[in-house]
């Protein structure tokens, strides 16, 4: 009975597991953001552990999908290489500040704040979503210095891709915060990472994505070093998670050099939304500010979520390919 239940458990995680790494490699979230509110909420795991097992699986999420992205030379290995220095140094100090948070009861402050950057951080994405490639900005002086050029084929629109990032100060500050996000929640942050690429430095969205991949396995590992050391990884939970997340990260390598930049964009909007509404409303009711049941919380983020996506669908989607009195279809050149 108890071998049956174990192996049931297993299954369970399995299950869970594939599903979080398909969304990770697919939107650069890395798995953990998916993961851990699985884990946490239908097999009522301690987020503790959850995270610790996260972290585990991130590396995976960043080992499979990166390989396949860099082989398809999507991935921009100098940029990630750079971007990586801050994003270790936050993992280091979110995992430390981690162990103060659980003995001091004050993580839903920090969901709390997580959850409106994730909120405040959907218009400015949004605004984004209405063009294929990126309009591009004139080179700063980090431009020339960080060699912050780049260039992939793109299957989905059949053309090469020329780029270059700028901002690589604001991108640096933006990876540090993802970097102690990371540490802090147990999670691959790919969410903060993706925005920094993709909002900061100006870069196309499937090489913020890539990159983000590329990135996440490194912070994860430094911060998992950490969680270990304070007894947060559980072995075999994290070779479970970790297989299953492999699993669907090879899987979605498969299905994002397929799609176009935009239906990348609208998916990572959607579990922005969803995300950062469940991070509010949790941080809100650990510290019993509000009584809603946890599937009440579920439910209300993706009725949050359906709203928010069809008006940003109406007016980024909609409206932006209604042609103007001259008959140009608004969004403009790229799209």
């Not at 959907?122 to 490639?133: D, M, N």
């Not at 990572?268 to 009440?296: N, Q, R, S």
Request: proline share 3%; aromatic share 12%.
């Amino acid at each position: 009975m108890v071998l049956l239940k174990t192996i049931f458990c297993c299954i369970e995680l399995l299950v869970f597991s594939i599903i979080a790494g398909l969304l990770g490699s697919l939107t650069g979230l890395g798995g953990g953001t998916v993961l851990v509110p699985l884990l946490t909420l239908f097999l009522g795991i301690p987020i503790a552990y959850a995270a610790g097992a996260s972290l585990i699986s991130t590396i995976a999420t960043s080992s499979g999908a990166a390989s396949a992205y860099i082989r398809d030379k999507i991935t921009n290995v100098r940029i990630g290489m750079g971007l990586e220095i801050a994003t270790t140094t936050g993992s280091i100090v979110g995992s430390l500040t981690a162990a103060f948070i659980y003995s001091h009861g004050l993580a839903w402050i920090v969901y709390v704040v997580f959850g409106i950057v994730i909120l405040t951080s959907i218009i400015p994405t949004a605004q984004r979503g209405k063009y294929e490639i990126p309009d591009p900005r004139p080179p700063d002086w980090t431009t020339r210095v960080f060699k912050l050029y780049g260039s992939y084929y793109d299957e989905a629109i059949k053309t090469e891709v020329k780029y270059w990032g700028v901002r690589w100060w604001l991108g640096e500050l933006i990876m540090f915060f993802a970097g102690f996000i990371s540490g802090l929640l147990g999670i691959g942050s790919g969410a903060l990472k993706v925005l920094g690429m993709d909002w900061a430095m100006n870069l196309p969205m499937k090489v913020s994505t890539t990159t983000s991949n590329f990135m996440i396995g490194v912070t994860a590992a430094t911060g998992s070093a950490l969680y270990w050391y304070f007894g947060y990884i559980q072995p075999m939970m994290a070779a479970v998670t970790a297989i299953g997340v492999l699993i669907g990260a090879m899987s979605g390598t498969k299905i994002l050099v397929r799609i176009t930049n935009k239906q990348v964009r609208w998916v990572f909007l959607a579990i922005l939304a969803f995300l950062g509404m469940e991070m509010l409303l949790k941080g809100l009711y650990m510290d019993h500010i509000i009584t809603i049941p946890v599937a009440t919380q579920y439910a209300l983020s993706l009725i949050f979520t359906a709203i928010v996506m069809s008006l940003l669908y109406y007016r980024y989607g909609v409206l932006a390919r209604k042609p103007n009195r001259e008959g140009v279809v608004m969004g403009g050149g790229n799209a």
